[in-house]
């Protein structure tokens, strides 16, 4: 089975603060995902990576960086922290190189709120 | 948006009942991947069907695919207590290396004995 790990599991942060979401997958997959998850929108896409020292922009990049240092950590960094990104985060990694074959593996979730 | 109106549901049935959640999408996708969320969990995939499949079943779970309408649906037979959670439907226009899945808004099941 999957194993992706999210840290921390919940998190407050100050406006303006710089805030750092971690994960891990041991599956050695290549492919690893940020979603944001609001009620009303669903889960979004915010960055993801093709592999160790790969990034790219999703749906909704605005305000976050990643960091894709190794196979297994994909890091989501918000600089400077504001209260619209309080949020559920969820990180996934994915199994298969042709999108039409591939799944996703969730974490738990990191629960964000930014006062 | 890459969703119809019909995204946002909340179910509530009886066990034993059958279900069926529909989802639709606007532009055109390779696959539908249909997760499920329990509460405070992440998704997990239940049931993937690809293009040129018309329908897909695992066990109690069927899932079709309707690529002239764009629409999806999730059929759960003899639906029971365990199956209360969240359940969506994500579709990827891309056709390459990775999924950007786009996910509908889901729709809440909730089964009561």
């Known amino acids: 089975e999957a194993a992706v790990t999210q840290s921390p599991r919940n998190k407050v942060a100050v406006t303006g603060g710089k805030v750092t979401l971690s994960c891990n997958q041991t599956?050695?997959?290549?492919?690893m995902y940020w979603y944001r998850q609001d009620t009303g929108h669903g889960l979004r896409l915010i960055h993801y990576?093709?592999?160790?020292?790969?990034?790219e922009k999703g749906d909704i990049p605005d305000g976050y960086k990643a960091s894709r240092p190794s196979q297994e950590n994909f890091s989501l960094i918000l600089e400077l922290a504001t209260p619209s990104q309080t949020s559920v985060y969820f990180c996934?990694?994915?199994?298969?190189?042709?999108?039409?074959?591939?799944?996703?593996?969730f974490g738990h979730g990191t629960k964000l709120s930014v006062l | 948006s890459q969703w119809g109106e019909e995204n946002l549901q909340a179910l509530s049935i009886q066990e034993g009942e059958d279900v069926t959640m529909n989802c639709s999408y606007k532009?055109?996708?390779?696959?539908v991947h249909w997760y499920r969320q329990d509460s405070g969990r992440g998704p997990a995939l239940i049931i993937l069907?690809?293009?040129?499949?018309r329908e897909k079943r695992s066990g109690r779970l069927r899932a079709t695919l309707d690529t002239s309408s764009q629409s999806s649906s999730l059929s759960i037979t003899a639906a029971q207590c365990e199956d209360t959670a969240v359940y969506f439907c994500?579709?990827?226009?891309?056709?390459?290396?990775?999924?950007?899945?786009?996910f509908g808004k889901g729709a809440k099941l909730t089964v009561s004995p």
């Open positions: 069907i690809r293009s040129n499949e």
């Open positions: 994500a579709t990827d226009p891309q056709q390459g290396t990775g999924s950007k899945l786009s």
């Open positions: 990576s093709y592999g160790a020292g790969s990034t």
């Open positions: 599956n050695n997959h290549n492919n």
């Open positions: 996934a990694s994915g199994d298969a190189q042709c999108s039409i074959n591939e799944r996703l593996f």
């Open positions: 532009t055109y996708t390779t696959v």
